[in-house]
C-alpha cells in the first residue's frame, strides 16, 4: 500500500467518525432546534433577523459576495500564472494557490448539488416555527412523505468553508489544525447569520462544513502525492 493511499484511508476514517458523531447528536438530542429557539421570537412569529430583514439580507450578501471575490483573487493568480509562465511566485506556492482556487469552485458547486436533492426544510418553513412542513430529524425525514425542501445543508456555508483549503495547504502539524480550527469557528460564525434568519439549522452548516473538509483533505492527498 503505497503512503497517499494509507493518508486517504486515514483521512476517510476520520470524516466517518466525525459523521457519526453529528449524526448521533442530531439523532438523539433537539440541540438544532435548541439552537434556532435561541433567534425565534414568538410574539411576532418570526426568526430575529426574519423581523429585521433588511440587516439580514445585507449582511447574506454582502458577506457572500466579499468572499467570492477572496476566491476570484486565486483564481486570477491561477490563470495569470496559467498564460504567463514566468512569474515571481515560487512554482510550489503556485502549485497551493491552484489547489485552494480549485476548491473554491468544487466544494460550493459539490454543496449545492446535495441541498438541492436535499428533503430538509428550512426551520422558518417548519410548524414549530410558524410554517407549514412537520419537523423530522436526518434519519428519519425519509420515510416522512415530505416534499423536498432542498436546505441541507447550506449552500451560504459553502461560500466560506472553502477556505479551510488555505491553513491546510500553507500550514502543518500542530500549527496546521490549529488555523484549520480557527477558519472553521470563522466560517461557522460567518454562517450563522442563516440561523437567525431562520434559513438553516446548524447541523446545516456543520455538515456543509464536514463535506468541505472530506473534500479538502481527500484532494489535498491526491493533488499533493509523494
Not at 442530531?26 to 423581523?51: A, R, Y
Not at 425542501?149 to 479551510?164: D, I, K, R, T
Request: proline fraction near 3%; hydrophobic fraction near 50%; charge should be positive.
Amino acid at each position: 500500500m503505497s503512503p497517499t493511499q494509507r493518508k486517504l484511508i486515514v483521512t476517510f476514517s476520520i470524516h466517518s467518525l466525525l459523521a457519526v458523531i453529528l449524526l448521533i447528536i442530531i439523532q438523539l438530542s433537539d440541540f438544532d432546534v435548541w439552537v434556532s429557539n435561541q433567534f425565534f421570537i414568538p410574539e411576532s412569529n418570526q426568526f430575529l433577523l426574519q423581523k429585521y430583514a433588511n440587516v439580514g439580507t445585507h449582511f447574506h450578501d454582502l458577506s457572500k459576495i466579499f468572499f467570492i471575490f477572496i476566491g476570484m483573487i486565486f483564481w486570477c493568480i491561477s490563470l495569470t500564472h496559467f498564460f504567463k509562465k514566468e512569474w515571481f511566485i515560487k512554482k510550489s506556492t503556485l502549485k497551493k494557490i491552484n489547489f485552494i482556487s480549485i476548491m473554491s469552485i468544487l466544494i460550493p458547486i459539490i454543496i449545492l448539488v446535495i441541498r438541492d436533492t436535499s428533503l430538509s426544510h428550512c426551520p422558518r418553513d417548519l410548524t414549530i416555527f410558524g410554517g407549514y412542513y412537520e419537523y423530522f430529524k436526518l434519519l428519519n425525514i425519509g420515510a416522512s412523505g415530505l416534499t423536498p425542501g432542498h436546505c441541507n445543508p447550506s449552500s451560504h456555508a459553502a461560500s466560506f468553508v472553502w477556505l479551510l483549503a488555505v491553513p491546510w495547504v500553507f500550514t502543518s502539524g500542530v500549527v496546521r489544525l490549529r488555523y484549520y480550527l480557527l477558519t472553521l469557528l470563522f466560517a461557522i460564525l460567518m454562517s450563522s447569520v442563516q440561523i437567525s434568519r431562520g434559513a438553516h439549522f446548524l447541523s446545516h452548516i456543520l455538515w456543509s462544513a464536514w463535506i468541505a473538509s472530506l473534500i479538502i483533505t481527500l484532494c489535498y492527498d491526491i493533488y499533493f502525492r509523494e
